[in-house]
């Protein structure tokens, strides 16, 4: 069974540009989350996308955005980037609700130049 | 500001002994905690996890222990190996947010 998958990989841009990430979630699973961990930090909730819909969103400003597409497939949003954006982004998915261990993939750096 | 710290940030065993990491949590509602395992250049995996009707949890080479009157989890690596070296991060949620997850514990582990 194929796990999370991201893409890219990793993800070079300048401040002002804006930055377009991909998430597949586990076969079965209609939750996806995204979660942003800086160099040396925890991980940052950022948003949480189930049956298609925004759930939930973290404490960010609202140049991060995302979708969830009928596949449950997910899609983050940076607009206008900033240096401080460059961090390792994470999605991860569950088979429902927020009560039960989450699956990662292996994330997409994104460096702001 | 974080819900879910942790005591120390690195930790150093020799290979073969057991380690021990530790967390602190102040949502007294959370009701289920995990623990996950990151190493360098991949996403977290999952370790073990916890609901609060439980005080002890044990899995292979692994043990988390619940302590919900000073809102305290552990976790417990058993004869420790150069292969658990990696960041561990304690997580929880009340059950209707997405996890909180702590700051993590780099874990180094001496042949």
């Known amino acids: 069974e194929a796990g999370v998958t991201q893409s890219p990989t990793h993800l070079i841009k300048t401040r002002g540009q804006q930055a377009t990430l991909r998430c597949s979630p586990i076969?079965?699973?209609?939750?996806v989350y995204w979660y942003q961990q800086a160099l040396g930090l925890g991980l940052q909730f950022l948003l949480w996308?189930?049956?298609?819909?925004?759930?939930n969103r973290g404490n960010f400003p609202p140049r991060f955005s995302g979708r969830q597409f009928p596949n449950y497939s997910s899609e983050l949003n940076v607009n206008a980037l900033e240096l401080e954006d460059s961090a390792l982004y994470l999605c991860?998915?569950?088979?429902?609700?927020?009560?039960?261990?989450?699956?990662f993939g292996s994330g997409t750096q994104l460096s702001v130049l | 500001g974080e819900s879910v710290g942790l005591h120390l940030p690195t930790l150093s065993v020799q290979e073969g002994d057991n380690s021990i990491i530790n967390c602190a949590y102040s949502?007294?509602?959370?009701?289920?905690f995990i623990w996950y395992k990151q190493e360098s250049g991949k996403g977290p995996q999952f370790i073990i996890d916890?609901?609060?009707?439980?005080d002890k949890r044990q899995g292979q080479r692994v043990t988390v222990l619940l302590n919900k009157t000073v809102k305290h989890l552990s976790l417990q690596i058993a004869a420790t190996q150069p292969g658990d070296s990696a960041v561990y991060f304690c997580?929880?949620?009340?059950?209707?947010?997405?996890?909180?997850f702590g700051k993590g514990t780099r874990l180094s582990v001496i042949a």
């Open positions: 076969s079965g699973h209609t939750s």
């Open positions: 991860a998915s569950s088979s429902w609700g927020t009560n039960e261990k989450l699956f």
């Open positions: 997580a929880e949620t009340p059950g209707n947010t997405p996890l909180v």
């Open positions: 949502n007294s509602a959370s009701d289920y």
């Open positions: 996308y189930d049956e298609g819909e925004e759930r």
């Open positions: 916890i609901r609060s009707n439980m």
